[in-house]
């Protein structure tokens, strides 16, 4: 069975904007997603944010063409208002990672692979920085 991880914005950013010394582990994580042997997912509001960085990067164009590629390596789980309302009662500081933790975790997704795992301190579930996934994987 395929090991499901929902993948926050700091490790796609570390691919996209390819930014080391980040962006090897992170690459060889979107590998396994690519050759099927992970299964990727990330949010929306993901989607939004990376558009937003990256344009200011390397133009819009170029930022949704990073991003159209992108939607083909990850699936993107909805956002709704049940989402909303978990994140809004959450004891996690940022609102945004609450979001991400409660999309996730209403998927069922229990792995996070994130470089700031202090920001989701005290959730359930796992959460490993890129090294970690890879280190786990074998």
Known sequence: MKRKVFVDSDVILDVLADREPHSGPAKRLFSLM??????????????????????????????????????ILFKVLPMDEKVVDSALDSTLADFEDALQYHCASKA???TIVT???????????????PDEFLLSQN
């Open 34 to 71: 690519d050759k099927g042997v992970v299964e990727g997912f990330t949010s929306p509001l993901i989607f939004s944010n990376l558009v937003y960085l990256l344009r200011k990067q390397n133009g819009h164009a170029a930022a949704k063409s990073q991003l159209k590629k992108l939607r």
């Open 108 to 110: 069922g997704i229990e």
């Open 115 to 129: 470089r700031n795992g202090r920001d989701y301190k005290g959730i359930p579930g796992t959460l490993l920085t």
